[in-house]
């Protein structure tokens, strides 16, 4: 009779062990669905070279909205001009970034694996000055484009994988190439919170 009760109280307790374990998981699993904020790193993808870091808000388990930038090129160095028949030493620093805004719409998928389809607005800016001992000209400029692409995302935890393609309408290469959309790609690694 002993070894029978101690039978029965360790199987309750196991039960009990195991009701708690698995309650616990599912919390976490609930708390990994409701984060709504997250931080990624793309890398090539919307800003066409290099990378960006783009912050994101689920609106709901299917609609997130994003906002991202990205550094596609930073030079400085000495120049020199030709100034009414003066040769002028200066400095030049130049930098182009990417800003953008985009939707991310989940459609099909579980909590681990999702497809999705995205789109947004991307603006290509690039500043330059240009400093000699005479004066110092400034250049900012502004190229507003369009982007849309199918992706897939893999969640594991708090950390997310994606991987994208884009159709990105980059008008310098799109006029000179004589298409409206250019394929592209994106590798993308980010964290829930």
Known sequence: MLIINKFIGIIICVCISTQIIS????????????CKH???IELIGRTFV???INYEYNISNKLALGTGLGLLYLGSGEISRNNNG??????????SLSQMLYANYFFLGNNKNKIFITAGISNFQTISRNKYPSETEI???NSFNWNTGLGYQYNKEKIFFRLTGYVLRIKSFSDALGIDGLPWAGVTIGYKF
């Open 139 to 141: 250049s900012n400029t």
């Open 50 to 52: 290099f990378s960006s």
């Open 23 to 34: 309650q616990n998981i599912e919390e976490n699993k609930a708390e990994i669905n409701n």
């Open 38 to 40: 997250s931080l990624n």
């Open 86 to 95: 003066i040769v002028e030493n200066g400095n030049y620093f130049e930098m």
